[in-house]
């Protein structure tokens, strides 16, 4: 057609019609940019900005718990698990390591000190098993680095699991077929794999594969979905009122001693009964008295009671005790109720095989 049109006319057409030709694509660009994908919003910044604080705070809690002098596998997860559910590896084979820290239940045994071999209850609250093994440190006076260490000492402890010396439960164990068969697979570059050493470590390498988690880390991961408005006003209550000074990391806690009270007197919180003197009771030293290495709030609202001598059965009221004693602060009701319904987002799921009693122990 335009070679029937004579050459000027040409050019004025180009000329006409080529910033419509713009005009229109533009338009058509610019309709594209303003459709959205189905199902997607606008993210306020407010919230944009609580996420980004959150992330840098806190961690996503990582997939697998790592000791290189300690490398997990199937076999030793396997004599890991059935050692931490044998009555054996007590003195009168009263219990086993899961009567404390009963995997049924979040990891402790809900009692405010457990009853040792003897039948007679501890000092001290049993700390939750799961995740246990990304803390800096174990017990609650951090005197153990790793869940290497710490599986051994409640076994030969008199007033826990009572085994008289490290031999004696060797023996034990030796006489026993299965157990044979275990260790010999577990360790099999060994010569005798039967040392208290590797008892610890099966025990430990089961313990690294015990990892809970939960909304609060798909959270973390970018999905803004995964808490409540409620959840996350509690998270911001959280930042805002300080306790991130102590709970922080993909724990929110486990890797620092802290002391407590900050503030007033341990018996201002704790009335009643015979203070808690913390790191002291091992050390001597006067600069540890009433240390204690800060638990995780993994899985928190499932693992009362609270504090080191399990005294406080609420959490509502240990989050107000805390406040007080460690920020100098009288927390509302609102932030209290706010950060009660966060905590529950930190509650992951205890797998079924670990609740699951061995059926070589059966």
């Known amino acids: 057609m335009l070679n029937l049109i004579p050459k000027q006319m040409k050019k004025f057409l180009i000329v006409l019609i080529a910033p419509a030709l713009v005009l229109f694509s533009c338009a058509g660009n610019q309709q594209k940019n303003d459709e959205k994908p189905a199902g997607s919003k606008v993210i306020p910044q407010a919230e944009k900005d609580l996420l980004t604080k959150a992330a840098a705070l806190f961690k996503v809690l990582p997939t697998e718990a790592v000791n290189a002098e300690n490398p997990v596998t199937d076999a030793k997860v396997k004599l890991g698990k059935i050692l931490y559910y044998d009555n054996r590896l007590s003195k009168d084979q009263t219990q086993s390591c ?36 990304f803390k800096t440190a174990q017990f609650w006076d951090g005197r153990n680095k790793d ?12 007033a826990e699991m009572a085994i008289p010396n490290e ?27 039967f040392t208290y050493k590797n008892i610890r470590h099966a025990i430990a390498a089961f313990e690294r594969t015990l990892i809970t988690p939960s909304r609060f880390d798909n959270y973390l991961a970018g999905n803004y979905d995964a808490l409540s408005t409620r959840e996350k006003t509690g998270l911001k209550a959280f930042m805002d009122v300080g306790c991130i000074a102590c709970h922080s990391g993909s724990l929110l806690g486990g890797t620092m001693l802290q002391k407590f009270p900050l503030f007033g007197k341990y018996e201002d919180y704790i009335p009643g009964g015979n203070p808690d003197y913390g790191k002291f ?20 609202e499932k693992t009362a009671p609270y504090l080191s001598d399990g005294s406080i059965a609420d959490l509502a009221a240990t989050i ?7 920020l100098n602060k009288d927390l509302t009701d609102q932030q209290v109720n706010d950060m009660l319904a966060f905590f529950k987002t930190l509650t992951g799921e205890v797998a079924d095989d670990w609740q699951t ?6």
């Open 167 to 193: 031999q004696f439960l060797i023996d034990r164990l030796k006489k026993v077929e299965m157990y044979q068969n275990l260790f010999a697979t577990a360790y099999p570059s060994e010569t005798d794999p």
């Open 357 to 362: 009693v061995p059926e070589e122990l059966k």
């Open 147 to 158: 869940v290497e260490e710490q599986a051994g000492g409640p076994i030969l402890n008199p």
């Open 320 to 326: 107000r005790i805390m406040g007080k004693a460690e």
């Open 98 to 133: 899961n009567t404390c820290h009963n995997l049924s239940t979040y990891g402790v045994d809900n009692l405010p000190t457990s009853p040792g071999d003897n039948g007679i209850p501890g000092t001290r609250n049993s700390p939750t098993v799961l995740n246990a093994a």
């Open 281 to 300: 009771v091992e050390t001597k030293v006067e600069t540890d008295k009433f240390m204690f290495f800060v638990p995780l709030l993994r899985n928190v």
